[in-house]
């Protein structure tokens, strides 16, 4: 099952979707900026391979819901995510309050 679903965060727009997989879910919260999403994300490939694309983006591991996701410290962040001031043990909500718009 996906869920896509309209997240607020002060009375900022962002959307939540969830995928639920074979023991495992993938949860991510974006906007038109960027995203965080759960473990399953490569920030290793979007930096190094997907560099020219400035991809904004960031994962925090551990969650299992998106109330979790936004409550999880950032575990590892792309290199533009750093230029718009995301930094590894950020919170995920501060984090998407820096590319609210």
């Known amino acids: 099952m996906i869920s ?14 969830r995928v639920e997989l074979p023991k495992t879910n993938l949860l991510v919260i974006s906007n038109e900026v960027g995203y965080i999403m759960c ?18 983006a960031a994962r925090a591991t551990g969650v ?3 109330e979790q996701l936004l409550d999880a410290p950032l575990d590892k962040v ?11 043990g950020m919170p995920a ?3 998407l309050l820096k ?3």
């Not at 896509?4 to 979707?17: G, M, S």
């Not at 473990?39 to 904004?56: P, S």
Request: no cysteine; proline share 4%; hydrophobic share 45%.
């Open 93 to 95: 909500k501060e984090a």
């Open 4 to 17: 896509v679903k309209p997240l607020i965060i002060e009375n900022y727009p962002f959307t939540a979707i």
């Open 78 to 88: 792309t290199l533009e995510a750093e230029n718009k001031g995301w930094y590894e």
């Open 39 to 56: 473990g399953a994300l490569d920030v290793d490939l979007l930096n190094d391979k997907l560099a020219e694309r400035k991809i904004v």
């Open 99 to 101: 590319i609210a718009e």
């Open 64 to 66: 299992k819901t998106i």
